[in-house]
């Protein structure tokens, strides 16, 4: 019996050293396969650091050649260069004060709107208050059939009945003139 286990052990130990085997050289492809992912990544990565280093190295070096002529034309021109920075900048100025006298414009056409409104609502209002006031007035009562009753020698206004005696003689006024009575009971 120990015969037959031998070769089953035997083939079970053989199938266990080419299985070991096939992983090893598999996770050596894996790590082969890494290794270049890695390696191309890192040859990408040189490749761009290289790019963004001549860019700037670019930068660098058309910002020292503008700096030199802009110095260069600053010493040729001399005071040409404030004179025309000076005509840029009155220019900018003449610019925002043609903006505000332009906004100031509009502000006086709209304060005259404004007044014009204002103005015309006063003058309704003015206009109704003269019409109430009219309306008030004693001569539009007598209009509504009323009258008044004043003294005849110094045309007090008699309010009340017991301001007048038999005997007195009387205004009345009415809406289209006045007559004269005398009082004969009270």
Known sequence: MRE???????SIVHSLLNFKQICKATIGRIVEQKS???????IQFLKTTKQISDQILLIDTLSLHLERAMKSLSIAKGGQLRASMERNK??????ILQNKEASLM??????????KQYWYKKQQSLSHLSQLLASYGYKETLKRGFS???THNNSTLI???NMVEVGDELTLEFYDGSVTVS???T
Request: aromatic content about 6%; charged content about 20%.
């Open 4 to 10: 037959d286990i031998i070769p089953s052990i035997e």
């Open 36 to 42: 270049i992912s890695l390696g191309m990544l890192k």
């Open 90 to 95: 009155q220019y900018m100025l003449l610019g």
């Open 106 to 115: 509009h502000q006086k056409i709209v304060l005259a709107q404004i007044f």
């Open 148 to 150: 008044l009753a004043r």
């Open 159 to 161: 309010p009340r009945k």
């Open 183 to 185: 009082v004969r009971s």
